[in-house]
């Protein structure tokens, strides 16, 4: 129809660096079609900064992998104790900043 807005799925892994650009399609004789003008680029998927662990000299980052949620944790060299500070931590990940601590969508227990 004629809906203002929508969304179409896809099987394309997301990954930074990916881009959706919208075209102009053309129309060559009954069903066959071509891409045409390029009118609008979006900007390029990137992941995000970088989050403090305040109280310790560490980061961590959310990022995307083939279309999957990943975490990263950054940990400085003079941090030495991080792996017995964090040994019986864990990532979870949340669909919503609104969500309650237990309402995770995944969670990872292994570091390394």
């Not at 807005?5 to 069903?31: K, M």
């Not at 390029?38 to 998927?45: K, L, N, Q, S, V």
């Not at 975490?71 to 949340?94: D, M, Q």
């Amino acid at each position: 129809g004629n809906r203002k807005s929508g969304r179409y799925d896809t099987s394309v892994p997301l990954n930074e660096g990916l881009q959706a650009r919208l075209h102009i399609g053309e129309t060559l004789c009954c069903f066959w079609r071509r891409i045409g003008e390029e009118i609008h680029r979006g900007e390029e998927f990137e992941n995000p900064a970088l989050v403090n662990i305040r109280g310790y000299n560490a980061h961590l980052q959310l990022f995307a992998k083939n279309g999957k949620a990943c975490a990263r944790l950054y940990v400085k060299k003079s941090f030495t104790e991080w792996k017995s500070i964090f040994r019986n931590s864990w990532v979870g990940f949340y669909s919503s900043q609104y969500k309650d601590t237990k309402s995770y969508e995944w969670w990872q227990w292994q570091w390394a």
